[in-house]
């Protein structure tokens, strides 16, 4: 392999998560790779030479994207010029699929080869978006079964490598109940409600302001206390902000500490649905965004789920409240039927339970990097 650059492209956190993990895989397999592109942190961390920070990217919904055009034009023409000055043959997509999507097509005219790293939804979108792929994308990695008969129905290159989530959940250095509850004076007689509300400032300002006042009425009826879980791009601050209720705590970077020792969680549509089903969390799904951003998505979409935890297990096990249904009423009365119901709890934990059999083995990694290395030495 002459040209050892790569690029990686990555627009959110859950993405700056796998591809950290992909990048650490890729310099096992040969330290002389250069990687540029758009991440974050933990893809900075492995050895990523990055163009734009993820943080930068973080806007979602029709309105957000046609209010912030210019900038994308202005990323897109900086990580085409890098490919050129780099003279680098392989771009990854990580999951991100309007900026992927968008950016993939300028590649292709410049006869770059396309690996695809966690699919867009097109089982959500129908089967449309699949030929559009095929024209862009080289080689797909799916992390989900399913995804792998979609494409190959299509005839498209694919590989089903596993979801990156295992290997970094088997791999996470837990604390222990009683030290995660000293370290952030947490009360020891009581169990975490758990909220989960985005990894994006304008997502926290749609859900949290009536996920709060729910969770303080359950928090009382059912002895628990509230904590909510804080991305690590996020000003804590923003929570004591945009509401008046302060009988809460807001803990950065220990999600997963969090998911394990919970009781129940109020948790935003996303890879956090799916984190929650891994740690079988008893929860209910938010989701809120712009009135025109949702007409247009309802008017897309044609699955009859949207959390990751409902759509892997091939049934509404967790109840989704979206838009107008992200209120304090609607929150707290699904929240209470589950806490109140010993059978309808443990029936969640039961179902929850079988989503990871679904997932794959560990090594997702790996088998990515594997792959992705074998398309840079294709001729």
Not at 104 to 123: D, E, G, H, T
Not at 239 to 256: A, S, W
């Amino acid at each position: 392999m002459a040209n050892k650059n790569l690029m990686i492209i990555a627009g959110e956190m859950s993405g700056d998560l796998h591809g950290g993990s992909l990048i650490t895989e890729l310099l096992k397999i040969d330290p002389q790779i250069n990687v540029f592109g758009i991440g974050g942190d933990k893809m900075k961390a492995a050895g990523m030479q990055l163009n734009y920070h993820l943080h930068k990217m973080a806007f979602l919904g029709f309105l957000e994207v046609v209010k912030h055009i210019p900038f994308i034009r202005k990323v897109q023409k900086r990580l085409i010029s890098v490919v050129k000055e780099k003279e680098i043959a392989t771009v990854v997509l990580i999951d991100y699929p309007g900026f992927n999507l968008s950016i993939a097509k300028k590649m292709k005219r410049l006869n770059v080869k396309i690996i695809y790293y966690i699919s867009p939804q097109i089982w959500a979108w129908g089967g449309g978006r699949i030929e559009k792929i095929k024209k862009i994308v080289n080689k797909m990695l799916v992390v989900f079964p399913f995804e792998e008969k979609l494409y190959s129905d299509h005839n498209v290159d694919v590989d089903f490598v596993g979801h990156p989530l295992l290997e970094r959940l088997n791999d996470y250095n837990f604390l222990e109940k009683d030290e995660l509850f000293d370290k952030f004076e947490l009360e020891k007689d009581k169990e975490i409600l758990l909220i989960l509300p985005g990894s994006r400032d304008h997502e926290v300002r749609s859900i949290f302001p009536e996920t709060i006042k729910a969770a303080e009425k359950l928090a009382k009826e059912f002895n628990l206390q509230i904590v909510t879980a804080c991305s690590s791009n996020i000003d804590e601050n923003i929570f004591y902000k945009i509401t008046e209720i302060r009988n809460f705590k807001v803990i950065k970077e220990n999600t997963y500490n969090l998911l394990k020792y919970s009781k129940f969680g109020i948790v935003k549509s996303g890879t956090s649905t799916l984190e929650a089903g891994l740690f079988c969390l008893p929860m209910i799904i938010v989701y809120k965004t712009s009135s025109l951003t949702y007409l247009i998505g309802k008017s897309l979409i044609k699955v009859d789920n949207i959390g990751m935890a409902n759509i892997i297990s091939g049934e509404k096990v967790v109840p989704e409240l979206i838009q107008k249904d992200v209120s304090e009423k609607s929150i707290y009365s699904e929240a209470k039927k589950i806490l109140s119901d010993k059978t309808v709890f443990d029936e969640m934990k039961k179902k929850l339970g079988n989503i990871k059999k679904k997932l794959g083995s560990e090594g997702a990694s790996e088998r990515a990097a594997k792959s992705i290395y074998k398309v840079m030495n294709e001729n």
